[in-house]
């Protein structure tokens, strides 16, 4: 993704009471309510159990996208601070994911031994939490060796996190009927977004007054000790969800070359070489985007939240549309709107480099990427038996993951080569830097990608697609814009 962040009076917490307190107020889908108040599982029916720990799994987002979106989100604008180059940008964006691939992968292993998903989500969630520490601290201690001490131990905290990734999915799935899949994913997605954008805004406001007083070291110190709080209250939820349905379908023996081979479908391996390709195109530019933003247009951390925020806040008003989009006509309907859609994304900041357009063209991108993030999960779920879940849902994670790596690097060096300004006779384009050409690079692939790939895979459910004329008309923000217009859109 374009991947997407407080004054002297103002009191900053994401401590575990305080946002149990905000979750109680987040609005929650009807379907996961109970009437009655949890009991003991020994004594509950299964309905009961896993709406109950739906719940929880809407509650463990809410904490994970506060550490994302008051931690995780920074690292880039923490790296420039420790003066990190273009190149450091890079392998920060590529080694923890690549990292991050072989703990997903390691940890399908761990599971078939220690059958106890639990404590596999117990140990990798302490672990994330406790990795903020060293982040923090060391390269503060050693400044000269900041970037490269940041990246190791961004490897060490994607490590922990992603090794939890596959049985925590796969937990989650088992909790919801397919028909109701989109729906439900898609109000979780929601919830993370408006705390990530709640997240995003607060941190924005701590760094920008860090950096007013030249205080900006106490600034970063506060929003990622924030965001390993926040990291505490999910691994809570995690643990409850992972205690009420221990009897988790641990898979066969066989490697993962046994799985593609002899499991998947030839829908769904196409599919991995599209998501991990699409990652690949996608991350030539997204590491970058914050070094263009913060260095190169000389923006402070509050205006970088506000262009994230735009985009969490495009994803909160469109998740529910998009989820009930996948749900009628399947999740392959929202790869293929979205996936031609997004090429267009990076290509807009060669157009101009006022805020105010940006902010306006991120909203627009969030719009695009909420759909296309929940079609590439929700795609994965649908095409897993159960046995096979946990193994797939790694396998796919891991495609993205050696996409999102070799493109990062990649981008790392095109930004080394390609020339500042471009000219044709009289005609000369000269940006900020050479970072936009970049971005059309990245843009350009991705048509490619799309182009070439989206043909290759069906939906994996029994759907009837929609007419194209009336599919234009489901779009998120179509029908409130076309409600404003006098003439009526076709049934």
Not at 17 to 30: A, C, E, G, K, R
Not at 146 to 174: D, H, K
Not at 215 to 228: C, D, P, Q, T
Request: charge should be neutral.
């Amino acid at each position: 993704m374009d991947l997407q962040a407080t004054g002297p009076d103002v009191h900053v917490s994401f401590s575990f009471d305080i946002l149990q307190n905000f979750m109680s107020q987040l609005p929650v889908d009807p379907q996961l309510t109970t009437s009655e108040p949890p009991r003991d599982p020994e004594t509950s029916d299964d309905h009961e159990t896993r709406a109950i720990s739906r719940q929880y799994g809407v509650r463990d987002a809410t904490f994970q996208a506060a550490a994302q979106g008051g931690g995780e989100n920074y690292f880039s604008a923490f790296a420039v601070l420790l003066h990190a180059s273009p190149f450091h940008i890079g392998i920060l964006s590529a080694l923890p994911q690549l990292v991050g691939m072989v703990a997903q992968l390691s940890s399908v292993k761990l599971l078939q031994y220690f059958r106890m998903p639990g404590r596999l989500i117990l140990a990798g969630g302490w672990g994330q939490a406790l990795c903020w520490l060293p982040l923090l601290i060391l390269p503060l201690l050693l400044p000269e060796h900041g970037p490269w001490l940041l990246i190791g131990c961004a490897m060490l905290y994607f490590a922990f996190g992603q090794a939890t990734t596959p049985v925590w999915n796969s937990l989650l799935v088992e909790l919801v009927d397919m028909s109701g899949r989109g729906a439900y994913f898609a109000h979780r997605a929601r919830v993370t977004a408006l705390t990530s954008f709640i997240a995003l805004g607060v941190a924005g406001v701590v760094l920008t007054i860090g950096q007013k007083w030249d205080l900006n070291w106490v600034g970063f110190m506060v929003i990622f000790l924030g965001a390993a709080a926040a990291r505490v209250g999910a691994i809570h939820y995690q643990t409850k969800v992972s205690t009420w349905l221990p009897a988790l379908q641990v898979e066969p023996p066989q490697g993962f070359r046994h799985f593609l081979i002899e499991c998947a479908t030839a829908d769904f391996r196409y599919f991995l070489l599209f998501s991990g390709l699409m990652h690949f195109a996608v991350l030539i530019s997204g590491p970058f985007f914050v070094v263009y933003l913060l260095r190169d247009l000389h923006w402070t951390y509050l205006q970088y939240a506000g262009w994230m925020a735009s985009s969490i806040a495009a994803q909160f008003l469109t998740l529910t549309a998009w989820g009930q989009l996948g749900d009628r006509y399947g999740n392959k309907t929202l790869l293929k709107v979205t996936g031609l859609a997004v090429p267009l994304l990076p290509m807009g900041y060669l157009l101009s480099d006022q805020y105010v357009f940006l902010l306006i063209w991120n909203f627009g991108g969030g719009v695009i990427w909420a759909g296309l993030s929940l079609g590439l999960q929700n795609y994965v779920f649908d095409s897993l038996q159960p046995d096979e879940r946990t193994r797939g849902v790694a396998l796919a994670n891991a495609m993205n993951a050696i996409g999102w790596g070799i493109g990062a690097l990649t981008g790392s060096w095109l930004a080394t080569i390609i020339p500042n300004h471009l000219s044709f006779g009289l005609w000369e384009l000269i940006p900020a830097s050479n970072l936009p050409f970049v971005f059309c690079l990245s843009g350009a692939l991705r048509l490619l990608i799309a182009i070439s790939l989206l043909g290759t895979f069906g939906e994996p459910r029994r759907l009837s697609p929609p007419p194209r004329r009336k599919l234009v008309w489901e779009l998120p923000l179509v029908k409130p814009l076309a409600a404003l217009w006098p003439w009526r859109h076709p049934a």
